[in-house]
T-cell receptor, first 114, second 118 residues
């Protein structure tokens, strides 16, 4: 069975600073990996995804993530935080085969300080 | 509609009562998912529909939970004899049919229904 671990339930950064949100997964087969963002009282929005091919994936709002198979990681980064980035971020995995659903991590709340 | 619509947005019910939560997916999306998000946790899978049939209901916690999608569009999640532990945000998502070869079809999420059992 697959699982997702997000290190750090809360992360605070200053505006303009680097954002790094950590995600590690476990899967016995090659995974598909996703990052979602959830703003207050809104649904989950897809930021970016990795399926196959290039391991560095660029998403919306300046975010990117790198799939590192040797480290079983898919950390999310953004070079310069903006106040509007404050939200909760979820890493998720979907395994190949018959499963269609996503398995989510427990989330990381990002706070951006002025 | 433009996005996945869930109603009601909030539901407060008494322990032991029956509740129904509705999901209206994006038009043309044949795949529909229900997830449950407890406080401080990520969403947990409940059930997946492809068309009218439940293709995977392995996430339903017990037989008090049931979901239907009779016409392959709107879905209703039904919870019988609600318990305080059922309190959570129930999320619905829809997507085009995930193809066997390419499983990266994006799922679009609704805003959820916040269920509180008192």
């Amino acid at each position: 069975a697959q699982s997702v671990t997000q290190l750090g339930s809360h992360v605070s950064v200053s505006e303009g600073a680097l954002v790094l949100l950590r995600c590690n997964y476990s899967s016995s087969v090659p995974p598909y990996l996703f990052w979602y963002v959830q703003y207050p009282n809104q649904g989950l929005q897809l930021l970016l995804k990795y399926t196959t091919g290039a391991t560095l994936v660029k998403g919306i709002n300046g975010f990117e993530a790198e799939f590192k198979k040797s480290e079983t990681s898919f950390h999310l980064t953004k070079p310069s935080a903006h106040m509007s980035d404050a939200a909760e971020y979820f890493c998720a995995v979907r395994i190949s085969g018959s499963a269609r659903q996503l398995t989510f991590g427990s989330g990381t709340q990002l706070t951006v300080l002025p | 509609g433009a996005g996945v619509s869930q109603t009601p947005s909030n539901k407060v019910t008494e322990k032991g009562k029956y509740v129904e939560l509705r999901c209206d997916p994006i038009s043309g999306h044949t795949a529909l998912y229900w997830y449950r998000q407890s406080l401080g946790q990520g969403p947990e899978f409940l059930i997946y529909f492809q068309g009218t049939g439940a293709a995977d209901d392995s996430g339903l916690p017990n037989d008090r939970f049931f979901a239907v999608r009779p016409e392959g569009s709107v879905s209703t999640l039904k919870i019988q004899r609600t318990e305080r532990g059922d309190s959570a945000v129930y999320l619905c998502a829809s997507s085009l049919k995930p193809r066997d070869i390419d499983m990266n079809t994006e799922a679009f999420f609704g805003q959820g229904t916040r269920l509180t059992v008192v």
